[in-house]
């Protein structure tokens, strides 16, 4: 599986951006899917996900920083396209942001696939 993410740039705060995640390799249908930032000087973390049951559909799910302001959707047509939208961007949103693929959603990065963070910079 292969994974590259796009869309990254500066933005003012209260900008948008929308990152994009391109899964090749692999049945897409079959992971949830994941993203994760990284500031200078500060772990990892969990942004978004979203999951997918035969039993419940489609989940999202979001880190308390970014709710409301975030959504991550899966492009249902090409199957194999995730995004998040960033809307009402704000300074502390600047990180590297990472997308990943996994066969559970883990919100401490415990995922199978990653790939190439995009950098993400909003200015005040």
């Known amino acids: 599986v292969q994974l590259q993410a796009s869309g990254g740039g500066l933005v003012q705060a209260g900008g948008s951006l929308r990152l994009s995640c391109a899964i090749s390799?692999?049945?897409?249908?079959?992971?949830?899917m994941g993203w994760f930032r990284q500031a200078p000087g500060k772990e990892r973390e969990f942004v978004a996900g979203?999951?997918?049951?035969?039993?419940?559909?489609?989940?999202?799910?979001y880190a308390d920083s970014v709710k409301d302001r975030f959504t991550t959707s899966r492009d249902n047509a090409k199957k194999s396209t995730v995004y998040l939208q960033m809307n009402s961007m704000k300074p502390e949103d600047t990180a590297v942001h990472y997308c990943?693929?996994?066969?559970?959603?883990?919100?401490?990065?415990?995922?199978?696939?990653w790939g190439k963070g995009t950098q993400v910079t909003v200015s005040s």
């Open positions: 990943a693929a996994g066969s559970t959603l883990s919100r401490a990065g415990d995922m199978n696939y």
């Open positions: 390799g692999r049945t897409f249908v079959n992971y949830d």
């Open positions: 979203i999951s997918w049951s035969s039993w419940s559909g489609t989940s999202t799910y």
